[in-house]
């Protein structure tokens, strides 16, 4: 039993690791819309930033990522421990 688990961990790994680098790509997307909006840059500059964004919309429909978002899914639908509850939200839908 020990060695079925030790390839599910492997993945669940590879997994979280895929998640957090695309989290963390998606994070820098936040900076590019007032990097476009400055007038004086060169237009190769500006072309890098499109690419980026090419680049990070590959990421998010990459095999890898839409694997590790799909058994995201499963595993928040099968958990019924409501450990995906936002306070701050449950507060607000309150008012």
Not at 67 to 95: M, V
Request: aromatic share 2%; glycine share 6%.
């Amino acid at each position: 039993m020990l060695s079925d688990s030790v390839p599910k961990v492997h993945t669940l790994q590879a997994q979280i690791d895929d998640l957090g680098a695309l989290y963390h790509q998606v994070q820098s997307l936040r900076l590019i819309p007032a990097l476009l909006l400055q007038g004086n840059k060169p237009s190769g500059q500006t072309q890098s930033e499109f690419e980026r964004l090419k680049q990070i919309g590959d990421s998010i429909h990459s095999a890898p990522v839409q694997e590790a978002l799909h058994q995201a899914e499963q595993s928040l639908g099968a958990d019924a421990t409501e450990i995906n509850s936002n306070p701050r939200r449950e507060i607000r839908k309150k008012r």
